[in-house]
């Protein structure tokens, strides 16, 4: 049986301008590896807690009850989400509150050329810095690195690694991560009686 591929369309919401990524994966993912694949594409470095919203339920990494939601490594994207155009959400840390909406652009996507799973093929923009405040916190960020008189432009600068830039999204070094993490979390097989 072949498998089928969503192309999703997700975009950081309350940012402008925009911050989105359009990617391929495999209909039978799991919440808890899409959540792996959206940490990569978007830029993000998967210290916090999120959640996905899919119509009226929740769905996250360790619920402790019904609640609090459903396990996310327990359900398949192409089974909670079938039609072309549907839309969800995601939520990565709670405190920072990044919300994302995620369209299927296509649930039955193909390219011939395509030779992986999981692949990035545009985007804009890098994802804000973890633990930067949300939304206006970022834009302060952003506002004090470009101004070198501001009173704490070195502190921003030293927080951030000096190097960040807001305009920066390349997919082949994104592309690179996704080859990396298929290939670090592929399923291993071990012939013991291979040895003798």
């Not at 959400?89 to 999981?118: K, R, S």
């Not at 501001?150 to 951030?160: A, K």
Request: charged share 35%; proline share 4%; hydrophobic share 30%.
């Amino acid at each position: 049986m072949n498998e089928r591929f969503y192309l999703l369309r997700i975009q950081l919401l309350d940012i402008e301008p925009a911050i989105w990524r359009r990617f391929v994966v495999p209909a039978s993912i799991t919440l808890e590896r899409l959540h792996d694949v959206i940490q990569i594409v978007m830029g993000w470095t998967d210290i916090h807690l999120h959640e996905f919203t899919i119509g009226k339920k929740r769905y996250t990494e360790y619920p402790e009850s019904k609640e609090e939601g459903l396990a996310c490594g327990k359900y398949r994207l192409g089974d909670l989400c079938k039609q072309k155009g549907r839309t969800f959400t995601y939520l990565y840390d709670f405190g920072d509150a990044w919300n994302h909406e995620i369209v299927i652009e296509d649930n039955d996507y193909f390219d011939p050329v395509l030779e992986i799973e999981l692949a990035c093929l545009d985007g804009s923009r890098a994802c804000p810095p973890e633990d930067v405040g949300g939304t206006s916190g970022y834009y302060e960020f952003c506002n004090v690195i470009k101004d070198p008189d501001h009173d704490e432009y070195e502190s921003y600068i030293e927080w951030s690694g000096g190097n960040f830039d807001s305009e920066k999204f390349d997919d082949d070094e994104v592309n690179w991560e996704l080859m990396k993490y298929l290939r670090w979390s592929r399923d291993r097989y071990k012939n013991w009686d291979d040895d003798e």
